[in-house]
């Protein structure tokens, strides 16, 4: 069985602080994988996706960078925060371009003070 | 580009009683549609998709959807709630076509009263 795992569950941090979640697949080869920011209460905004190792594509700019180092893991990282990035980050795999089901991970949350 | 309307940002129903949380998308081509559920800080789980086929989709746990492309909508239903049903409900679309890109809702908030 698939398995999706994200750290850390929450972080709190500073203003200008940096920043790294990670998030790793087993049980699946060559997965798609996506990062996807919410919003306390809000709607889910995909941030970046990458279909191998080394190839991050970005589909909307928020001063964060992500890397994929390896076909089973997935970096979302900056080097400072801003409160604007507050917010839960989804980690998430299909198998399809675009057309399969999302797997969610379980989150992190983020507190940026 | 795809998007998609989810009106309803709030919706309470009574246990028992039969659910419609309403979503409308937008795209030009053939949509690959979807409703995921959300419980409080977790990640999401899906509830189903439409792909192609019979317009009327089944879930898990009861619920459906139906897709009717005249009017670019893909509701989700179930005829009786309950009080585990609360939740976070978003409605997402993809584009059949080399596309990485999913699209959500804003999400509606389900509250199901005894």
């Known amino acids: 069985a698939q398995t999706i795992h994200q750290w850390p569950v929450a972080e709190i941090k500073a203003v200008g602080s940096p920043l790294s979640l990670g998030c790793t697949i087993k049980g699946k080869s060559s997965p798609n994988l996506y990062w996807y920011w919410q919003a306390t209460g809000g709607t889910l905004q995909q941030l970046f996706y990458s279909i191998t190792v080394g190839q991050v594509e970005s589909v909307v700019q928020l001063n964060l960078s992500a890397s994929r180092p390896k076909d089973d893991q997935f970096i979302l990282s900056t080097e400072k925060l801003l409160l604007s990035h507050s917010g839960f980050y989804l980690c998430?795999?299909?198998?399809?371009?675009?057309?399969?089901?999302?797997?969610f991970g379980e989150g992190s949350k983020l507190t940026v003070l | 580009a795809q998007s998609v309307t989810q009106p309803d940002a709030r919706v309470t129903v009574s246990e028992g009683a039969s659910l419609q949380l309403r979503c409308k998308y937008s795209?030009?081509?053939?949509?690959?549609l979807f409703w995921y559920v959300q419980y409080p800080r977790q990640g999401l789980q899906l509830l189903l998709k439409?792909?192609?086929?019979?317009?009327v989709v089944q879930g898990v746990n009861g619920f459906e959807a139906e897709f009717i492309k005249s009017n670019s909508s893909f509701h989700l239903r179930k005829a009786s709630v309950h009080w585990s049903d609360s939740a976070v409900y978003f409605c997402a679309v993809s584009a059949s076509t080399g596309n990485y890109k999913y699209v959500f809702g804003a999400g509606t908030r389900l509250k199901v009263i005894a």
């Open positions: 439409y792909y192609s086929g019979d317009p």
């Open positions: 795209y030009s081509g053939t949509p690959y």
């Open positions: 998430a795999w299909s198998l399809s371009q675009g057309t399969g089901q999302l797997y």
